[in-house]
């Protein structure tokens, strides 16, 4: 009879265990499969009223269904690296570092398109949330194709390669969210080609421009409708944004020539809006302000006292002297004998044809129209769909979405 009473209660013992080791697996899994996906693509040079000039596509289906913003204002200067560089770090050029696609550092030397992470002085996104034990996933997206500071991303795609398609890219992000559970990157981010290339050879208003932005529209569509298709919508919010805009250029300001022929030795590091000048004698920098200041479309700083507002103060990267100039001039060092035809790196406070796009779809958003946002909210609006906390050094702030 005893014997019988302990078989009985320990088998009861053993079901109750069973019943709750099988609750807390499908409740994990449940928990599991209820954390949110965000999707991040950029499209690059896409200017904030291109997509008003598509009528089908994925453009057209997120102002109908999901969040558009009246546009995403870059910093300064709007180039693609820099300003790829603060949606990922939710900081301004001068506090991570990347002031222009290619610039100057007076310790180590030219940075030119380089992949090399430890050129980036703030955290990026990607590596905040895998030292949390989060997945991330990037292709392209500037400043992931090495590691920061031995902080490895889950799924990279590296070396950068500009003829990989959008269709490649569709491919790979819909096999990142076909993962299993603890598998799956929780944030994915990608560069498209956008409308920038063609812009940049014909001009910002050219029909090549729209026609170019259908291909990348009709394949945005084709992401959506493969998320949808597979049922994951209710996991996954996707932002879509764009590096900076475009504006019409055709006259050409030549800084080398100038100061070469007022025998003013430097180092030039010079953007298509802004010119670093690093004096090879400070004693040459008043005759150098000087001359510069003779050029009726230029504005020229002394590199120590540009104005705060933008937040392009590096101590080694930020020149003796700073020009700047806007649209439609450009500097350049050379005569080039097929000049672009349309460029951007514009200050967006002056040039509002420097403004980007964001649209946003999926988990947490509504249908909502939302004014002019910035790119220092990217990396706070993608903690918040993560439910992460902000970090106190990001000066952005998320975006309402829902």
Not at 115 to 142: C, H, M, N
Not at 233 to 248: C, K, R
């Amino acid at each position: 009879m005893e014997i019988e009473k302990f078989s009985s209660r320990h088998l009861l013992k053993i079901r109750l265990k069973t019943l709750y080791i099988i609750f807390f697996f499908f409740f994990s899994l449940l928990t599991h499969a209820e954390e949110n996906v965000v999707v991040v693509i950029s499209m690059d040079g896409v200017r904030h009223d291109y997509p008003n000039l598509l009528s089908e596509g994925g453009f057209n289906l997120i102002s109908e269904k999901g969040s558009v913003a009246s546009s995403l204002v870059p910093v300064y200067q709007s180039s693609t690296f820099p300003t790829h560089v603060t949606m990922a770090t939710g900081v301004t050029p001068d506090k991570h570092g990347i002031l222009h696609n290619g610039f100057f550092d007076r310790n180590r030397g030219f940075y030119s398109y380089s992949p090399d992470a430890s050129w980036i002085e703030s955290e990026p996104i990607w590596s905040l949330l895998e030292r949390q034990g989060i997945k991330t996933a990037t292709y392209f997206w500037v400043g992931s194709e090495s590691d920061w500071k031995g902080t490895k991303i889950s799924y990279s795609k590296a070396p950068f390669n500009g003829r990989i398609s959008e269709k490649d890219k569709t491919k790979q992000i819909l096999d990142w969210l076909d993962l299993g559970p603890k598998e799956r990157p929780r944030l994915i981010m990608t560069w498209w080609h956008g409308s920038d290339s063609i812009a940049h050879q014909s001009g910002s208003t050219n029909t090549k421009v729209i026609n170019q932005l259908k291909k990348q529209d009709k394949e945005l569509l084709n992401l959506i409708t493969e998320i949808e298709r597979r049922g994951y919508w209710e996991n996954v919010t996707l932002i879509v944004v764009s590096d900076h805009g475009m504006s019409d250029v055709e006259n050409y300001i030549n800084i080398k020539e100038i100061l070469k022929n007022n025998s003013i030795d430097s180092t030039l590091s010079i953007g298509p809006a802004i010119g670093h000048i690093f004096l090879d004698d400070l004693t040459d920098k008043e005759l150098a302000i000087s001359v510069l200041k003779k050029e009726s479309n230029l504005i020229v700083w002394d590199g120590s006292q540009l104005p705060s507002n933008y937040n392009m103060f590096h101590p080694a990267r930020t020149g003796d002297i700073v020009v700047e100039t806007n649209a439609p001039n450009m500097l350049v060092t050379r005569k080039n004998s097929n000049p672009p035809k349309g460029m951007h790196g514009y200050n967006p406070i002056i040039n509002k044809e420097m403004d980007g796009i964001f649209f946003a779809y999926g988990n947490r958003v509504s249908v909502n129209q939302i004014d002019k946002v910035s790119q220092l909210d990217i990396a706070p609006t993608i903690l918040n769909l993560l439910d992460l906390e902000t970090p106190s050094y990001m000066t952005g702030q998320s975006i309402e979405l829902d």
